[in-house]
């Protein structure tokens, strides 16, 4: 089997190096690849790039995940989150190929407290939510082999995170402020890699019928602030010593962090179509982090 993977270096495709790389031949491209063009605002060149390979299967880590920005940036958003995604749908569809896609619980309006299902109604509040979600369509309207797989408040042990911002903070103050109405389930990188691999496993060997959305998160749920007290509780039983403890974190309402971009209040996913279409088991989101936190120590 032969995978080209987009976006090689975000922190979806860096794990996606690791648990595709035995499914078969894998092609690792990222916006600086020379050879091939991995460039999502470059349409032509991925569509050539895609003609060239005639992978089996496509994955598109890449995105333009600046939430913010893309207020200001439409623009360069929809180009890569909508735009780029269609350009690779129709090529994977031109050569038979799978694409496994990644979208986001930005999609949905976040209002109530129930865990969004897959064909729940959809109202993004942001220009990032907005082109996600374009793009999402555009690759059901265009090659019926897909996996889109809505997550939600992803992190990885590389580069910079929610939890690694709390431990800094916590070392250089007595008390934090974090917000504690907006929920979800913090989810590694690693699962949702792993997840991916076993996906593509199974829909490469026969599981034709098993393409659409569907919402991967790790199980349970949480707020910004209890995250925030996990993080520093862990903390605490390895002996770290910080000055801020999970009794001086403080809860505050998301309106006390005004951001350019609107998040929604509510980013709970119900995973039950993939565990069950699937039969996989998604962990609790405390044992990924638990376990991040010991690769950072
Ligand atoms: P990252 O921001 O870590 O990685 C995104 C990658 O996309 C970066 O490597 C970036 O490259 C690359 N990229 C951006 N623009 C282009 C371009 N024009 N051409 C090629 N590559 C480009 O994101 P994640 O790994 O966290 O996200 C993976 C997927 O999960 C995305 O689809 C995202 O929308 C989705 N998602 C993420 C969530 C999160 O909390 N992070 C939550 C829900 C969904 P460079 O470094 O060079 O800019």
Request: charged residues 20%; aromatic residues 6%.
């Amino acid at each position: 089997m032969k995978i080209l993977l987009f976006g090689k270096n975000g922190q979806v495709g860096w794990e996606l190096q690791r648990s595709l790389a035995p499914l078969g031949e894998l092609i690792a491209l990222d916006r600086r690849s020379i050879d091939l063009c991995g460039d999502l605002s470059n349409l032509e060149g991925i569509a050539a790039a895609v003609r060239q390979i005639r992978p089996d299967v496509i994955v598109n880590a890449a995105a333009y995940t600046a939430v913010d920005k893309a207020e200001s940036d439409t623009a360069a958003a929809r180009l890569v989150n909508a735009e780029a995604p269609g350009a690779l749908a129709a090529a994977a569809h031109s050569v038979g190929a799978w694409l496994v896609h990644y979208s986001t619980d930005y999609v949905f309006d976040g209002s109530g407290n129930r865990p969004w299902h897959e064909d729940d109604a959809t109202g993004p509040l942001s220009v990032y939510g907005r082109t996600k979600l374009d793009g999402e369509q555009r690759i059901a309207a265009t090659c019926p082999k897909h996996l889109v797989l809505r997550t939600s408040w992803v992190y990885s042990s590389r580069g910079g995170n929610f939890a690694k911002t709390m431990l800094r903070l916590a070392t250089e103050r007595d008390r934090l402020t974090v917000i504690d109405d907006q929920f979800g389930a913090p989810t590694g990188a690693d699962l949702l890699a792993d997840v991916t691999s076993h996906m593509v496993r199974s829909i490469t060997s026969g599981g034709d019928g098993s393409g659409g959305i569907y919402h991967l998160a790790a199980a349970g749920e949480t707020s910004w602030h209890s995250y925030a007290c996990f993080v520093l509780e862990q903390a605490a039983l390895a002996s770290k010593s910080l000055r801020a403890s999970p009794d001086t974190v403080v809860a505050v309402p998301t309106t006390a962090f005004p951001t350019p971009a609107v998040r929604p209040h509510n980013s709970r996913l119900n995973t039950a179509k993939l565990r069950n279409r699937f039969g996989l088991h998604l962990p609790a989101w405390q044992q990924g982090v638990a376990r991040m936190l010991a690769e950072i120590h």
